[in-house]
């Protein structure tokens, strides 16, 4: 299992579980600047629209850990 880390030391290179006081817990991903997370139906991961409005910022993030790794296909 992964742990939580400060947001302080996240990479900033690839989308991450984020965790905030008012937001909760998100998969987010750094771009421009600040930390956006999903919004009307679209995914970081799938849609980095760098300034799309479907993204909105992660405000709270304090803490962060690793996405999960994908399952095997049988």
């Not at 996240?10 to 600040?34: C, N, T, V």
């Not at 849609?47 to 690793?66: A, C, K, L, N, P």
């Amino acid at each position: 299992m992964n742990e939580w880390k400060p947001i302080e030391t996240a990479p900033k290179d690839r989308p991450i579980i984020g965790y905030g006081l008012y937001e909760d817990m998100g998969i987010i991903q750094w771009s421009g600047g600040q930390w956006i997370y999903q919004a009307d139906g679209c995914d970081a991961i799938d849609h980095m629209g760098w300034g799309d409005t479907s993204y909105r910022q992660f405000i709270s993030v304090t803490h962060w850990t690793e996405l999960p790794d994908a399952p095997e296909e049988r």
